[in-house]
């Protein structure tokens, strides 16, 4: 029989007072059922272990009967330290549950002294950083998101705001403003972990609850639910939860945002330039439709109000996505002076290698590939995988629309294994520059007009990205030759 005695849950369990074990008991039985069936029995038995002087084998195999464990059955360690898996993790979650009721009492101390001292909004902003360290360090572990719903949920469950008249500094208005900024950097947080999901790690039933309950949790107040904020962020993410984002939805999110930014403290308006921009990418992403001219504005909006820099400084991401946008629409000149007069908002350690790639794209774009390939150095060292990928589809144009066919051939097919051998690579890049590799392959290997013909065809459901528009262009211009 496995040795759970001596596991690494059991002596996990020792850091309990023995007088919470009945508390830990109940959390554990409002787990969801099938992590609650494996770890009651468990958790029973390491408590009644515990309190023995000489440990029972009669109540292991208790315990392997109940869970219907065969000694003999080599799968039963697997199942046992499945078991006792799960156990560990709702001990976790204990923990981090008992951490943030034991927070909230003291904040709710907190409140009250600041309702004295007339201090309203000193102590909002204090509290506010102060529960910021608090929280950070937990959002890294394995409980991070159950930890979220509980400390949204707590938000609601104040005993001040019906035992006060609203006066000037009321207690109550203390809450509704440490409250709403609280819930909108847990909104900020949902938005987030959407976005990472659908673009990243993938979106999955668990992952779709937790951000339902979450989002339920922070509009469950309808004062709250009613916040400007509130509303445009709990509008994004239901859009795009739902898998039905649309340009008419947008157009209300910014006319909604609109109204709040100019009188947002800076971390919100950082939120909703972010969450007005991701929309759209996303919303371009998923649709056939560009949607450079509104993608522009917003990132104008963004220079213009401060909310695309952080600590500072533009990040890469952004600072690429204006010079890829506004060379995409021909809006060359704008791009120009976003190099003039944001390229030192670059963070240094990254400046010397953004702004030559920045410059051979807008001349790639003007017309002069060959000025733009002697920008591209070869020994240049990429930031990330994004940034390898621009300048390789820069080269690509280059080399194909310079004539450079034996470079083109040794390139693609460079890029090609590229792509092979990163597999860690995003999907949402790795599949598009896969497909457009494959098609810039039958362009080059084309001879007559019907081939062409069906390229363009297979082209019409590709999405909307400047690769595939960029093979649009270039099969047209070989059918025209043709005929």
Known sequence: MADLLHSKTARLLGVFNRKEFPAIERFIALAPKAQSDQALPIFKFLVKQSGRGAKSKADTQALYQAMGWEEADPATTSKVNFALHQLKQLLEDYLLHDFYRRKEQERESALMAAYRERQASEFV?????????????????????????????????????????????????????????????????????????????????????????????????????????????????????EGAPDFATFEQIRAAADRILPYAPDPEVMGLMNLQINYLIHLQSVSATPYSEALLERYQLG??????????????????????????????????????????????????????????????????????????????????????????????????????????????????????????????????????????RRLLQATDAEQLRALQTELVGMPSIYPFEWLGKQTQLRLDRLN
Request: net charge neutral; with cysteine.
């Open 125 to 241: 902003l204090e509290a506010s950083a102060r529960l910021d360290k608090l929280i950070e360090p937990m959002c890294k572990g394995p409980a991070y998101y159950k930890a979220e719903s509980e400390l949204i949920n707590v938000q609601f469950n104040h005993p001040y705001p019906n035992q006060f008249a609203r006066r000037k500094y009321d207690i109550y208005d203390v809450m509704l403003s440490f409250d709403r900024q609280h819930l909108s950097i847990r909104l900020i947080h949902i938005w987030n972990m959407l976005l990472e999901s659908i673009q990243f790690s993938g979106m999955d039933d668990a992952k779709r609850l937790r951000i339902q309950t979450a989002l339920e949790a922070v509009t469950a107040d309808p004062e709250f639910a009613a916040e400007p904020f509130i509303l445009v962020y709990t509008m994004a993410i239901r859009s795009v939860l």
């Open 303 to 440: 220079l213009d109000n401060g909310g695309l820099f952080k600590d500072g400084y533009l990040s890469y991401g952004d600072f690429m996505n204006m010079i890829n946008i506004s060379a995409r629409i021909n809006r060359l000149d704008w791009a120009t002076a976003l190099i003039a007069d944001y390229g030192h908002r670059l963070n240094p350690e990254i400046r010397d290698q953004v702004l030559p790639l920045a410059r051979a794209r807008i001349l790639y774009f003007k017309g002069d590939p060959a000025a733009a390939l002697r920008l591209l150095n070869p020994s240049r060292k990429a930031l990330n995988d994004a940034d390898k990928l621009f300048e390789k589809l820069l080269r690509t144009y280059c080399y194909y629309e310079l004539g450079q066919d034996d470079l083109l051939d040794a390139h693609v097919e460079a890029f090609r294994k590229f792509i092979l051998r990163h597999q860690n690579l995003n999907e949402v890049i790795r599949k598009p520059v896969s497909e457009f590799l494959r098609l810039l």
